[in-house]
Every structure is written in C-alpha cells, then in structure tokens.
C-alpha cells in the first residue's frame, strides 16, 4: 500500500480528540466498543522501527496517555493496545477499554463473540470530557524527558 491509496494519509473521517504535527488521536465511534480511540501517526510510515528512536518515544507517550485518559474517564477492567497494521500499514494504534461484560471478554475485540453487546453510546460531555483529559495527559507526557 501507497500513501496515495493509505486511509490513514487522508484526513480522518472519525471524531479527533486531539491533534498536532505528529500525529492525531481519534475516537473511533464504535457501536459496542464506544470510547474506543486509535492514535494515528500523520507521516505514511510502516513500522514503528522506521521511526527515529525519539518519535517512537513520542508515539508511546501519546499512546500511554490516551490509556491513562480512558482509564481515569471509563473505568474500564482492562486496556487492550494493539498495532498491527495487516491491512493498513501505516503506524497507528489502537487504544480499547474493555469491560469484563462487552461482547467479546475475555477475547480479543476482534474474537469470537460472547455475548449480546452491553455498551452504551459515549454523550457529548464525555466525549468533551475525554478530549480535555487527552489534551492534558499529552501535554503533560510530552513536557517529560524520554528517561
């Protein structure tokens, strides 16, 4: 895959929680996985290890901060974080609360379904509430020395 044909080298067609010259965090708008956010860098690159060892520092803490955000905001039982990258690859991660009633606990959210989904929707005050919480853990991660 090109940049040219790269979904994640357009701007992004989901809700962006936060952005800057690296990379954005988006909220995906998952039915059953609602505060489901994926952290999107902007450069078309495949690999984490293309990266310069300071942005792939850079990467983590915007990933680590979006966990700490979730974690604190959704309460959830665990986070899972993943990049895989199979059918896009273009570095990003997903960054997905999960609760030990959703459709798919104990699996991997893309698993074997186990029960009926128990989500409810994200309002609009927590999804403000989520960006504000984003914004600062970021700031805040990115104002730290990668030591």
């Excluded at 039915?31 to 942005?55: G, S």
Aim: aromatic share 6%; glycine share 2%.
């Amino acid at each position: 895959m090109n940049k040219e044909s790269c979904v994640l080298c357009i701007p992004s067609t989901h809700k962006i929680l936060w952005l800057d010259d690296f990379c954005r965090v988006v909220l995906l708008g998952d039915t059953d996985y609602p505060a489901y956010c994926r952290v999107e860098l902007l450069e078309h690159v495949k690999e984490m290890t293309d990266l310069t060892p300071l942005n792939r520092v850079r990467m983590m803490k915007v990933v680590f901060a979006v966990e700490t955000a979730l974690r604190e905001l959704v309460n959830p039982d665990k986070i899972n974080l993943a990049s895989l990258g199979n059918k896009t690859p273009h570095v990003h991660w997903h960054v997905i609360p999960r609760f030990d009633n959703d459709k798919h606990f104990p699996n991997s959210h893309w698993g074997e379904v186990m029960r009926e989904s128990a989500a409810t929707p994200l309002n609009e005050l927590t999804i403000t509430l989520l960006a504000e919480k984003i914004k600062a853990h970021i700031q805040c991660a990115l104002s730290t020395s990668a030591s």
